[in-house]
C-alpha cells in the first residue's frame, strides 16, 4: 500500500475543506471495509490516495433518528450493526433492517457504514435495493452547501457516483411508508455468508382494501447499478394480490435486468433467480403487511 496523509477532522466543515484542498489526491474514509481492502490490492483507479480524510470523528455524519412528520434519517456514518438493531427501521422498514443484516460478518457490521456501501456503488450493494424499495434520497454536502438528489440517480454505474471529489454523502432520508405497508430483502450468494450478493432483491407493498395500491421492486447485482423494476411495480398495482400476480411481476423483473455473466453466476442463472426471488419477496413483503 502506498504512503498516505491521514487526516481526521472533527466537524464536517473541516472535512469537505481537506477534500476541497487536496481534491483527486484525496479519499474520504469511513469504516474501510472496502477502501483499505482496495487500497492495499490497488484495485481503483483512485486506490492509491495521498491523503485520506477520516470520517470517524465527524459526529454530524453518525446517528439515526425517525419523526412521523418527517421519515427516517440515516447518517452516512451509521453502521450496519446499528441499522440492523434499529427499532424503527426493523419495525417500519423491514427490508433496510434486513439489507443491513446481511453485509459481511458481525465485525463486518460492526465497520460498515451505510455511506461506505452506497458511496462504493458495488452493484452488489446490500443497503441500495431496500432503500430503493422505499424511494431513499441523498443529502450530498460540499464547498456550496446541501443538496438533494433520489438516491436512484446518485449511482451512475459500477463504482461511479454523482459525488464530486469535493462532496460528502451526509445521511440517507426514506419517507414515511404508507399505512399498510410491509417490505423484504434477501440475497443469493453461493455462500451463505461473506460473499457477495449473485442476485438481491427488495419488494415493498401498500395494500389499501384488497388491492395492491403500491409496488416497488428494486434488483441488486443484475444490472450497472442497483435500480428499481418500474415495469414489474405497474403490473402490480391495482390488481388483487396473490402469488399468479406476483409470479407475472417477477417475469417482467427479469425482462428489466441486464445481468452479466461472471463467476458467481451465468446470465441465465441470474435472470432465474431474480425470478424467484422476486416473486419470494412479493410474498413476504404481503405476509409483513397482513400481520402488521
Ligand atoms: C469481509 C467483508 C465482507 C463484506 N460483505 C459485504 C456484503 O455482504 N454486502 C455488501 O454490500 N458489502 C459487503 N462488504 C463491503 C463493505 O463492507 C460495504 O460496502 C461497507 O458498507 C462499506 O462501508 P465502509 O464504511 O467500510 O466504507 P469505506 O471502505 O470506508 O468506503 C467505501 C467507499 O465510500 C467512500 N465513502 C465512505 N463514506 C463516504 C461518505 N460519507 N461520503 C462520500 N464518500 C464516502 C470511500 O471514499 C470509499 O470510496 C464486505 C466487505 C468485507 C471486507
Redesign the pocket.
Known sequence: MRAFEYHAPTTLNEAISLLQEHGEAA???????????QMKENATK?AAPSHIVS?LRVPE?GGISFRESEGLRIG??AT?AEVAESSVIRARYQAIAEGAS????IQ?MN???????V??A?P????APPLLAYEAEAVIVGPSGRRTLALEEFFLGPGKTA?ATD????EVRVPVPPPSTGSAYDRHTPRKQ????VVGVAAALTIAGERIERARVALGAVAPTPARARQAEAALEGQAPSDEAFARAAETAVTECSPIADVRGSVEFRRHIVRVMAARMLREALIRVRSR
Open positions: 479519499r474520504p474514509l469511513a469504516g474501510g471495509t472496502d477502501l483499505v481492502v483512485f470520517l455524519l452516512a456514518g450496519m446481511l453485509v459481511g460478518s463486518t465497520m460498515a457504514t451505510v455511506g461506505g456501501n458511496c462504493n458495488a452488489s450493494a446490500d443497503i459525488l462532496e460528502l454523502l451526509a461473506m460473499d457477495i450478493a
